[in-house]
């Protein structure tokens, strides 16, 4: 079990400039979770996928979000147009059934310059 | 909706004393409630959940933590402080059985430990 993986760890990007952080789940976990975590805040919710379908997407994620995960497997996070705003670390997370324990990745630092 | 509110953004103990981090919860329907623990730069780890069996729950690191519905409250705490045991804690809240299981987190509660 190599747990949830990130990458990359940290990012650095002007602002405009798009950016995409890849996630990849405990293996064979079904669901997969989007979390974003600014300074002094808790992980606040994004969007989670069952297998390859998006079921949720939370109103903090606006048009410039795009998130796949096109076989079930490892996802993406896409932010298009940065905005400075946007800085954050970005959580990902898994489980294998509904209700169960998410194992939570160790998340993708952004800073938008 | 579901939120939870920890009290006091920032904790301080003497190494070896009781631990006690609060957290309150609002929720319309039987809540699942969690503890997570964030190291810096590191992701979140569970230190304990309930979901609606035993009200007192043990977890991981010597923690534990009671649900108490009449107080909503859902308080961590450790009889003896370890040094590392300074993290990012944070007290969750998820509403069973629902469709989606997202995990609604509290701002989070820094502690420190005193030599």
């Known amino acids: 079990d190599t747990g949830v993986s990130q990458d990359p760890r940290h990012k650095i990007t002007k602002r405009g400039q798009n950016v995409t952080f890849r996630c990849d789940p405990i293996?064979?976990?079904?669901?997969l979770y989007w979390y974003r975590q600014t300074l002094g805040q808790g992980p606040e919710f994004l969007t989670y996928?069952?297998?390859?379908?998006?079921?949720?997407k939370s109103r903090l994620l606006s048009d410039r979000f795009s998130a796949e995960r096109p076989k079930g497997s490892f996802s993406t996070l896409e932010i298009q147009r940065t905005e400075q705003g946007d800085s954050a670390m970005y959580l990902c997370?898994?489980?294998?059934?509904?209700?169960?324990?998410?194992?939570f990745g160790p998340g993708t630092r952004l800073t938008v310059t | 909706a579901q939120s939870v509110t920890q009290l006091g953004s920032h904790v301080s103990v003497s190494e070896g004393a009781l631990v006690l981090l609060r957290c309150n919860y609002s929720?319309?329907?039987?809540?699942?409630l969690f503890w997570y623990v964030q190291y810096p730069n590191q992701g979140l780890q569970l230190l304990l959940k309930?979901?609606?069996?035993?009200?007192l729950v043990k977890g991981i690191n010597g923690f534990e933590a009671e649900f108490k519905k009449s107080e909503t409250s859902f308080h961590l705490t450790k009889p003896s402080a370890h040094m590392s045991d300074a993290a990012e804690y944070f007290c969750a809240v998820s509403v069973p059985p629902v469709r989606d299981d997202k995990i609604i987190f509290g701002k989070g509660t820094r502690l420190h430990i005193l030599p």
């Open positions: 929720s319309s329907v039987p809540p699942y």
């Open positions: 309930y979901t609606s069996a035993a009200t």
């Open positions: 996928f069952q297998n390859e379908a998006q079921l949720e």
């Open positions: 293996s064979e976990h079904n669901r």
């Open positions: 997370a898994s489980s294998l059934l509904q209700g169960n324990e998410q194992y």
